[in-house]
């Protein structure tokens, strides 16, 4: 089977259990971002200086894969969904607040505003931070959702990304310290 299923040459998309919808439909531009995220994570699980940024990366890539998964699935096809994946929950976003605990604790990370990314000169500060934003802006296309008819279902989605971004831009400092064990 070919990559080029020739399948969206009409500007339409397949979601899961066989819905096809509009490339331009809020979703698939929520999904879009989602990807984007992902595929922004990959030089920085590369580059990465510090193990903690790599145990990070390598634990969140599959969770958006999972997260992507949610988002494919048309509204009231959720409980199908369901019983085959887990869906996101409290635990994920709870082992996030505990990343931020373990860097904010560090004593290295303190806040003074503004990044300023690259400042440093430390290419995995750098593609932490070009994480964040792409993290930021799958928050906000997934934010889109809510409230429409095709709300996302699931709000640990939306808490989800909005801790991963915190912690990616905490990783992003970290990063540019010098090197040191977490407390």
């Known amino acids: 089977m070919s990559i080029a299923t020739r399948r969206g ?16 439909h ?4 929520a999904l879009g971002a989602v990807d984007e995220l992902n595929a922004a994570l990959g030089p920085l699980r590369i580059s990465a200086l510090k ?6 990366v390598e634990k969140v890539q599959p969770l958006l894969i999972s997260l992507m998964g949610e988002l494919a699935t048309p509204v009231g096809m959720e409980g199908r969904y369901a019983a085959t994946h887990s869906a996101f929950s409290s635990d994920h976003v709870a082992w996030l607040d505990e990343w931020v605990a373990k860097l904010e604790a560090s004593g290295a990370l303190q806040f003074k505003g503004w990044a300023l990314p690259g400042e440093a000169g430390i290419m995995s500060g750098a593609y932490a931070d070009l994480a964040r934003t ?16 095709q709300e996302v279902a699931n ?3 939306v ?17 540019e310290r010098p090197p040191q064990d977490l407390a």
């Open 159 to 175: 808490r989800f990304l909005n801790r991963l971004a915190d912690v990616l831009w905490l990783l992003a400092r970290w990063e």
């Open 155 to 157: 709000p640990e989605v």
């Open 51 to 56: 193990a903690e940024t790599r145990q990070v």
């Open 9 to 24: 040459d009409q500007g339409e998309t397949d979601l899961l259990f066989g819905h096809r919808t509009s490339k331009a």
């Open 26 to 29: 809020p979703r698939v531009h």
């Open 134 to 149: 792409a993290c930021r802006r799958a928050e906000r296309s997934v934010v889109d959702l809510v409230g429409s008819d």
